[in-house]
């Protein structure tokens, strides 16, 4: 049993390499079967038979800034693979939060990143974030994805959650969101900007939204890099 577990965990490892396209193909089944168990278990926590697609990851990706050090959160992670992307791309002194629910997926993505530091897998909900923000001491986020069916969500609980998200990020910071529909744009009015693409290259195809909180804090604008910074100061 020892053995086989170590083996199943050197498979997600090899699967965190996006790089390595031979190793990922080897244990590609595994995810499938642990994707397709929990979306029949739980079809509208879940919200779609397959993770996301290669392409859509790399797209979703490309929305960040990874130049400096940065604090990401990410709400219902799956399998994790955004957070595997997400993680290879980001700086040794980053931060990645990941919120997930589902208790298999949550356990696997412990597995996942068991070995990695950066990353912090919080089995719960996702309106937790301010909470574990702090016992972090950790200001705000540079950067919230999301790949939650919030159209499932009540429209109090939605609404809390947009208000919660706006709120954990830095000035300028963005929540990045990939859903079937884009209803959500007219619910996330916090946000001072906001910007969509339809992404064919998935099964099913993806709304990419991308808002955006605005740069000034109380009148005063601040450049990216002190953001985080900015974000620590206020929360303290």
Do not use: W
Request: charged share 25%; hydrophobic share 40%; glycine share 6%.
């Amino acid at each position: 049993m020892v053995a086989e577990n170590r083996s199943h965990f050197q498979c997600y490892r090899n699967t965190s390499r996006l790089d390595n396209a031979e190793r990922r193909d080897d244990c590609s089944h595994l995810v499938s079967v642990l994707f397709l168990k929990r979306f029949l278990q739980r079809p509208f926590q879940v919200a779609s038979i397959v993770p996301s697609s290669k392409a859509l990851v790399e797209r979703v990706a490309r929305k960040m800034d990874f130049s400096q050090p940065r604090v990401i959160a990410e709400y219902g992670p799956g399998e994790g693979v955004h957070s595997r992307e997400i993680a290879r791309r980001m700086s040794p002194d980053s931060h990645l939060l990941l919120f997930e629910l589902d208790p298999a997926f949550s356990h696997d993505l412990a597995r996942q990143f068991a070995r990695d530091q950066r990353v912090h897998v919080i089995h719960g909900d996702a309106a937790r974030l301010p909470e574990e923000l702090g016992k972090r001491g950790i200001g705000c986020c540079d950067y919230i994805l999301s790949g939650i069916p919030f159209s499932i969500l009540k429209i109090d609980k939605k609404r809390a959650l947009l208000q919660k998200t706006h709120d954990a990020l830095a000035p300028g910071g963005s929540f990045i969101i990939y859903q079937v529909t884009n209803e959500l744009r007219q619910h996330a009015t916090f946000f001072e900007h906001a910007e969509s693409e339809y992404f064919l290259q998935n099964i099913p195809p993806m709304f990419i939204t991308v808002f955006q909180r605005s740069q000034s804090l109380n009148g005063r604008e601040y450049p990216a890099a002190q953001r985080t910074l900015v974000g620590a100061h206020r929360s303290a």
